[in-house]
């Protein structure tokens, strides 16, 4: 059964482009005669946040204020894109905002977080700790807890599928990064909403590998640390409510390395000059690995952000890797 029909997907979008355009999708030449193969980028760096999330959160915020009139606020837990795109549609729809984030996460997503309007808190060592400490923070402060995961978050989060897959619906393959797992579900449900053959194929770093585990071994499974510099990815268990899609969407799950996520930022930077943080570039990380067996055909790579730090993003031009302690 389909997640979404064409016309839910489409509501969506309407909705969505009341605030946003829609994301382009190109054919760099340069990364056609690297990779041996056609891929279009989906450039999600492109959106008001600087990532995918967004549209989800314009989503949410809708179904919120319909369905809960009375809400003062919301309360999150994040990495970063997540948080910004609450903060963001918050303050689009006159609510205030609460974003828990990890000790050591992103010193400018939590500014640009603080510059949407949201009280950013600082709680614990993981995303899984921040989740926590979220829930806490819904109870004692009658807010509503806005979960990872989310039917109208993902309907949200469609739309990007849903304009590349409507230009560009010969693709063989997409390759989506995953952390909490709702680009790579959209992207599921988009397909099968228009009929299509496209293989979709998760990305995740080698650091915090739990989605990998969960869809080779077909239980929901924890890992002990998700110790990555690609923040979006930094994920120590999967959402059950996702794993239930991916589980029988997707193709197959990927692992790239710090070094290989490292690589494709400056491939990025190289051939497209785009900017994009390690989550945004492990999709052709993951091409780039398997592109022999891919050779000639139509490739997606979802770009998802392009929130770096500039040490960060420095450092990886010079020629660095990375090591998040």
């Not at 809708?62 to 963001?88: C, E, F, M, Y």
């Not at 790579?184 to 770093?205: E, F, M, P, Q």
């Not at 071994?217 to 923040?231: I, K, L, P, W």
Request: proline share 4%; charged share 20%; with cysteine.
């Amino acid at each position: 059964m389909n997640l979404f029909t064409k016309d839910e997907i489409a509501d969506a979008a309407q909705r969505v482009y009341q605030h946003m355009h829609p994301t382009p999708q190109y054919m760099w030449p340069l990364l056609c005669q690297r990779t041996g193969v056609n891929v279009w980028v989906k450039h999600e760096n492109h959106a008001p946040t600087g990532a995918f999330k967004i549209r989800g959160g314009i989503t949410f915020m809708n179904w919120l204020k319909r369905t809960h009139p009375d809400v003062a606020g919301i309360v999150t837990a994040t990495r970063g894109n997540h948080g910004q795109s609450q903060a963001l549609s918050a303050k689009w729809a006159g609510l205030m905002a609460k974003i828990v984030v990890p000790f050591g996460n992103s010193l400018e997503k939590n500014k640009a977080m603080r510059a949407f309007g949201a009280e950013v808190i600082e709680f614990g060592n993981d995303f899984d700790d921040a989740r926590k400490e979220a829930a806490r923070q819904a109870e004692q402060g009658g807010l509503f807890l806005v979960p990872p995961f989310h039917q109208e978050l993902l309907r949200g989060v469609s739309t990007y599928a849903f304009e590349l897959l409507t230009a560009v619906p010969d693709l063989d393959t997409v390759y989506v990064p995953m952390g909490c797992g709702s680009g790579i579900c959209s992207v599921i449900a988009v397909r099968d909403a228009l009929g299509l053959a496209t293989k979709v194929v998760g990305v995740v770093s080698s650091a915090a590998p739990a989605a990998k585990i969960s869809f080779e071994t077909g239980r929901v499974t924890e890992t002990a640390s998700a110790n990555t510099f690609a923040d979006g990815l930094a994920v120590r268990a999967p959402i059950p409510e996702a794993f239930a899609i991916y589980a029988k969407g997707a193709e197959r799950i990927v692992a790239v390395s710090e070094v290989e996520i490292a690589e494709a930022i400056r491939v990025y930077y190289s051939d497209t000059h785009n900017l994009t943080e390690g989550a945004g570039a492990a999709a052709l990380a993951a091409l780039l690995k398997e592109r022999d067996v891919l050779h000639g055909k139509e490739v997606g790579v979802i770009l998802s952000g392009g929130n770096i730090d500039l040490a960060v993003y420095s450092g990886i031009l010079e020629g660095g890797s990375p090591v998040k302690r």
